[in-house]
């Protein structure tokens, strides 16, 4: 019996997830930075809607819930830049790359679908990251905003915000059918979060059946953890409330992305 002999193809050099993930990501940078219009809204809109949220601070008497113009401000800051940042940009970028062809072709490549998924959201992912880092420190020098008193918290909410926001990107992307629909697709969810999420009325100002049926929103989780690393009154009871809760609405994304998610044009 004759042997085989394999050998590997000169001048290729062998690949990892990592790398090929970086290659994807900085190709839909470069993507990124030449649609102007989504780029204005991920980098500026996150950073004029805390004004907003300042504006409105000062008609409430947050005292009495224990928070100050800094503790809302912040973490509705934080809010703003994953809906814009993350969410928004990369329905966008999912869609438009899928009616480009550009996810089948990929596909026929070494590329599994988790990693191209995660190629195309790294990039609206790091700027979300960049843009609360920020805020953080611009909310601390402008609103005399002290130190996070449980940081952790801060982090965990950041975190799986981020993760939550990219899963439910591509959901959304799912029942989107085309680029210009993917300006519109995503606002009910951009909507019902301004208004339920805490990020403009602290849940505590709100009446208890309402505050409770917010409490159940995909980004109330994420804005009760980014306070509460500040504040530093949020409870183990709370804060694991508000963990299940973001666990809950990411595990429900993946699955409907695993269910319904289109590689390609939609007809």
Same mark, same amino acid.
């Given at each position: 019996m004759s042997a085989i002999h394999t050998t590997s193809r000169p001048? $290729? !050099?062998?690949?990892?997830?990592?790398? $090929?993930?970086?290659?994807?990501? $900085?190709?839909?940078?470069?993507?990124?930075?030449?649609?102007?219009?989504?780029?204005?809204?991920?980098?500026?809109?996150?950073?004029?809607?805390?004004? @907003?949220?300042?504006?409105?601070?000062? #008609?409430?008497?947050?005292? #009495?819930?224990?928070?100050?113009?800094?503790?809302?401000?912040?973490?509705?800051?934080?809010?703003?830049?994953?809906?814009?940042?993350?969410? @928004?940009?990369?329905?966008?970028?999912?869609?438009?790359?899928?009616?480009?062809?550009?996810?089948? $072709?990929?596909?026929?490549? #070494?590329?599994p679908d988790v990693e191209i998924l995660a190629g195309t959201a790294l990039p609206a992912v790091l700027i979300g990251i960049v843009q609360c880092l920020v805020l953080a420190v611009g909310c601390s020098v402008?609103?005399?905003?002290?130190?996070?008193?449980?940081?952790?918290?801060?982090?965990?909410?950041?975190?799986?915000?981020?993760?939550?926001?990219?899963?439910?990107? !591509?959901?959304? %992307?799912?029942?989107t059918r085309t680029g210009e629909s993917a300006q519109v697709t995503p606002m009910p969810l951009m909507l019902v979060s301004w208004m339920g999420s805490g990020m403009f009325v602290p849940l505590e100002l709100l009446p208890d059946k309402v505050a409770s049926v917010c409490e159940l929103l995909p980004l109330t989780p994420v804005v009760t953890l980014v306070r509460g690393g500040w504040?530093?009154?949020?409870?183990?009871? #709370?804060?694991?409330?508000?963990? %299940?809760?973001?666990?809950?609405?990411?595990?429900v994304s993946v699955f409907a992305v695993w269910r319904w998610f289109r590689w390609e044009p939609r007809r």
């Open positions: 001048g $290729r !050099a062998a690949t990892t997830p990592l790398s $090929r993930m970086t290659a994807l990501a $900085r190709a839909e940078l470069t993507l990124l930075g030449r649609t102007k219009g989504a780029l204005v809204a991920a980098l500026f809109a996150p950073l004029v809607l805390p004004v @907003s949220a300042a504006q409105m601070a000062k #008609e409430m008497d947050l005292a #009495e819930v224990g928070l100050n113009t800094g503790t809302l401000v912040l973490p509705a800051a934080v809010g703003f830049s994953l809906l814009f940042a993350v969410y @928004s940009v990369l329905v966008g970028a999912l869609v438009v790359r899928r009616e480009e062809l550009v996810l089948k $072709r990929l596909r026929t490549g #070494e590329l402008l609103l005399d905003l002290s130190a996070p008193s449980a940081p952790h918290l801060a982090v965990a909410g950041l975190l799986l915000g981020l993760v939550m926001c990219a899963a439910l990107a !591509a959901a959304t %992307a799912s029942f504040t530093g009154d949020l409870s183990a009871y #709370e804060a694991l409330g508000a963990v %299940a809760t973001a666990v809950a609405w990411i595990v």
